[in-house]
């Protein structure tokens, strides 16, 4: 038997950013916009907050998220919230921003500090404030998932927290919001949803309504996202990423991310690399680590995909299919650990913890081959100095 999760109502389509004021005014009167700094000057802020204000909505905002979440914007978006007696929270703006929307929305409701939530250790029992969350990069898919990612800025862990109380209530999906997002980025979140997608399908526990969402998703950014990273403007290459970037979230909220995830927070906790693009820098050498006990799946992807590749052996549709993941991560100029600036004496001391902390996290053990400690030390080690180029020419 298997559940799905979603958002209980996804407004998707062009211009559909016009319906926040109408839609927040059935869940509330008072709304907390939660955003950042890029947001206000692009002047997404002040749209979502005009359109509110028209509809009767007060409307308070929060500009305080600064790239990857931590528990101290959660803690001052709650005290705003709080404060303003706010009965709804609106957020605009990539993964950080609904992250955080996310925290304040279940702990506003259920008390305690969004680290008691770490591992289970509190359920939350509430429903959490109403969310609309409208997300402008096109790449996390959080708009569409019941987890968040939030740095504890005391232990240097990124606290990976799901439950179903953290699904927004209401997604609204406009790809034209994604046409500033810069190049650096669209490849980042591109290659994030691409490892939602790829996880989700080859996790322990994928099943065929996830696999569907996953094999779609996967389909659309190996077809759209360089064109997408190559010319912004290009509306129909950035509407078919983020639709793909939705539903790769909807396919891991539902089969969990794998081995990449559970390395990957941990580098941005404590070398600060942009989630998307840790997960690109390690995709390479997990994959190769992971493929020969995976074999089947990535050949029916890479089938579903590439249709040539059908009557092609498992291990060979399975290599094609990573090799040409390698290439598209190479078109879109992905660095390795080391050419980020990562201090390699830092970073090999680090090791060990950020073993610890992925393993804690529980992802790698949705992985088709579950590492020890000591292998995910020498994945680190090796993607620290992997070049894509060796590989993909």
């Known amino acids: 038997m298997y559940t799905m999760h979603f958002p209980r109502q996804v407004v998707y389509g062009e211009d559909s ?8 005014r059935q869940e509330g009167t008072r709304a907390l916009l939660i955003s950042d700094q890029i947001m206000e000057e692009l002047g997404n802020v002040s749209v979502c907050r005009q359109l509110m204000e028209e509809a009767g909505i007060d409307v308070i905002t929060y500009l305080g998220v600064e790239s990857e979440p931590t528990d101290a914007y959660v803690d001052e978006a709650l ?21 955080t929307a996310k925290a304040v929305s279940v702990v506003m409701t259920n008390g305690g500090f969004v680290s008691d939530y770490m591992n289970q250790k509190t359920i939350a029992s509430n429903d959490g404030l109403p969310l609309i969350a409208i997300p402008t990069t096109g790449g996390t898919g959080s708009e569409a998932t019941d987890a968040t990612v939030i740095t504890n800025k005391n232990n240097g862990i990124k606290m990976m927290i799901k439950q179903p109380a953290l699904m927004p209530k209401i997604a609204i999906v406009d790809p034209l919001l994604t046409i500033s997002t810069p190049k650096n980025t669209t490849a980042a979140v591109g290659i994030d949803s691409l490892t ?23 389909q659309l950014i190996m077809e759209n996202l360089k064109t997408a990273y190559q010319d912004g403007s290009n509306r129909t290459a950035r509407a078919n990423t983020m639709f793909a970037s ?27 690399v942009p989630h998307g693009i840790s997960n690109a820098m390690l995709l390479p050498v997990v994959l190769e680590y992971s493929k020969d006990s995976c074999q089947e799946r990535l050949h029916e992807l890479a089938s579903h995909v590439y249709p040539e590749l059908k009557d092609e052996s498992p291990n060979e549709g399975a290599d094609i299919l990573v090799h040409r993941i390698l ?40 992985n088709p081959k579950v590492p020890a400690k000591d292998e995910i030390i020498d994945l ?14």
């Open 380 to 393: 680190y080690q090796q993607a620290f100095r992997y070049q894509y180029s060796s590989k993909t020419t």
């Open 196 to 218: 939602h997608a790829l996880e989700a399908y080859i996790s322990k526990r994928a099943h065929p309504f996830t696999d569907q969402l996953a094999r779609s998703s996967f």
């Open 79 to 99: 005290f705003i919230c709080r404060e303003a007696a706010c009965d709804l929270i609106v957020s605009i703006g990539g993964g950080s921003c609904i992250d």
């Open 327 to 366: 290439t598209l991560c190479e078109e879109l100029n992905i660095p390795n650990l080391g050419s980020w600036g990562i201090d390699k004496e830092a970073f090999e001391q680090a090791c060990p913890k950020m073993a610890e902390d992925a393993l804690m996290s529980g992802s790698p053990a949705n």
């Open 17 to 24: 950013l016009k319906n926040v004021g109408e839609i927040a």
């Open 246 to 272: 939705m539903q790769a979230g909807m396919a891991f909220s539902n089969a969990s991310v794998c081995l990449v995830h559970g390395m990957s927070r941990p580098i941005g906790a404590l070398f600060h």
